[in-house]
């Protein structure tokens, strides 16, 4: 009978591709783990990790078995959480992922009361601002922006919040204000340097493509840039929607931009299986109306 603890080794040491970097992330002595991967090897007959002095190489039938093995302490998990959520008051652990902006503009504002009204839920919260895979980062829901491309996952819309284009008062004391698309080329565009298809401002008539002078990984550093009078960017309404308000961020073009467009829906997605979907279905129902996506 193959243990689960033997299984979590096996994965810790598979996604960290080193037995001292999973001993570090997971608090489990090397000894352990290797005693753990031999017990496997053993029991399934076949060899998992190829070892040097200097490398450890996944073999390809441990490529195989990391999959079922996924699947495997996943369906584990989900019948824990099943029976959680049958109890009277929610409890259990709720792992959400999204975007840095939206997690500390939009999310992190509701968590008191979420955490008053049900303080025996335990969130996690991860940030990334590219689109990660769920079960290999132990993601319960995650809000994502844009384009949903993954079919094997259901999706509750959030709403939709609108792309704009925006500048400091200061860029545009010094630089001018553009009045026309066509004139951004005489000012200095922040845009996206890992996710290129968020540097098409869907303008509603067609332009030649922007010509970008700084660029940044992470919406919130663009935000950043663009406030202290380096430019000009475009950036969804719920994460400038303060800087709007106060004066800080000034809107530029407001009728050049189409709406609605592919970068504006917003979605919590999960997967359909998930025995989780009570606990997701009462966050969202909590943060669904208290999220500000929209003048």
Not at 32 to 49: D, G, W
Not at 256 to 269: D, F, K, M, T
Request: aromatic share 6%.
């Amino acid at each position: 009978m193959i243990k689960t603890e033997d299984l979590m080794a096996f994965l810790a040491v598979a996604e960290s591709e080193s037995f001292s970097k999973a001993s570090v992330k997971e608090g489990i002595q090397i000894a352990t783990l290797s005693r753990a991967i031999s017990r496997l090897e053993k029991q399934l007959e076949t060899t998992l990790f190829n070892r040097t002095t200097r490398k450890l190489v996944m073999t390809e039938e441990g490529a195989v078995f990391k999959g079922y093995a996924q699947q495997a302490l996943n369906t584990l998990d989900l019948g824990q959480q099943h029976l959680l959520s049958h109890q009277k008051e929610p409890v259990g652990k709720l792992r959400i992922d999204a975007a840095f902006a939206f997690i500390s503009h939009q999310l992190v504002p509701l968590l008191p009361e979420f955490r008053k009204l049900y303080p025996k839920v335990e969130l996690e919260l991860t940030t990334n601002d590219r689109v990660v895979d769920l079960l290999d980062n132990k993601v319960d829901v995650a809000i994502r922006i844009g384009d949903l491309k993954d079919s094997t996952l259901h999706a509750r819309a959030l709403g939709q919040s609108p792309l704009v284009v925006v500048a400091s008062p200061d860029y545009l004391q010094v630089n001018g204000t553009p009045t026309e698309v066509q004139q951004l080329s005489e000012h200095t565009l922040l845009g996206f340097s890992q996710a290129s298809h968020l540097n098409n401002w869907h303008f509603k008539h067609a332009q030649n493509p922007l010509t970008f002078e700084l660029h940044a990984s992470s919406g919130e550093i663009i935000k950043q840039l663009c406030m202290n009078g380096m430019g000009i960017t475009a950036l969804s309404y719920y994460m400038i929607h303060r800087e709007l308000n106060d004066g800080s961020l000034v809107e530029v073009l407001p009728n050049a931009i189409h709406h609605p467009n592919r970068r504006e829906s917003i979605q919590a997605v999960y997967y359909k299986q998930s025995a989780l979907a009570s606990r997701i279905s009462l966050f969202l129902d909590f943060i669904q109306d208290k999220l500000i996506l929209e003048p």
